[in-house]
């Protein structure tokens, strides 16, 4: 059986330093995506749309292992986040925020093979938002990141960096927040969580 060591391949994007601020070339990839608003935390939009991306997710990766023997492992949830209005992405009105849910997808992935696994998905009446979800391609070109390890809620000084980073070089936002959740909060303490914080830049 073919095996996709996809961690391994886009390493250089999932390990950047804890202690400095790095520059990043992120090509284009394709994602299952779902868009949502409000606080992670209370919105229970929020679990459903996590719930139907695993679902298709897992599915997908199993149907194609059982029938085009491919096996790859199931990337980490990603995260944009943003405040319609706002330039650089503000922590503390949780309220406010727009975000698109997404995990990639290894390149053997279709819309073909979406669409089969979203209708399985969806006839087992287990993830109803699973309707929600698209594939898409997505590019973010030059961004600048850094890993911030910890509490998802302590992550403003990270992103502060990231701020000063750019802002030295006279670069701007061109694209939004975004994170990558290498931990799992079910199961690591809040303290050990490693998420990649990146943001794509252009010149002003």
């Not at 991306?53 to 023997?69: D, I, M, N, S, W």
């Not at 073909?112 to 997505?138: D, I, Q, S």
Request: net charge positive; glycine share 6%.
């Amino acid at each position: 059986m073919k095996k996709l060591d996809l961690r391994k391949e886009f390493k250089p994007l999932l390990s950047p330093p804890s202690k400095d601020v790095v520059v990043v070339q992120v090509p284009r990839f394709q994602f299952l995506m779902i868009d949502g608003h409000g606080d992670p935390n209370t919105s229970p939009l929020f679990q459903e749309s996590m719930q139907a991306l695993y679902a298709l997710a897992y599915g997908l990766k199993f149907t194609l292992k059982k029938e085009k023997a491919v096996d790859y492992p199931v990337m980490p949830i990603e995260g944009l986040w943003w405040s319609e209005g706002v330039e650089w992405f503000d922590m503390k009105e949780r309220r406010d925020w727009r975000w698109t849910l997404m995990i990639l997808q290894p390149s053997v992935v279709t819309k073909a093979w979406v669409e089969r696994v979203r209708a399985m998905t969806l006839e087992k009446g287990k993830a109803p938002a699973a309707a929600r979800v698209r594939f898409e391609p997505f590019r973010e070109g030059r961004s600048v990141q850094i890993l911030h390890i910890g509490p998802y809620a302590a992550e403003g000084p990270a992103i502060a960096r990231i701020h000063d980073y750019m802002s030295a070089r006279g670069w701007v936002p061109n694209g939004h927040h975004h994170e990558i959740y290498l931990g799992d909060p079910r199961r690591s303490a809040p303290e050990k969580l490693r998420t990649v914080l990146r943001q794509p830049a252009r010149p002003a």
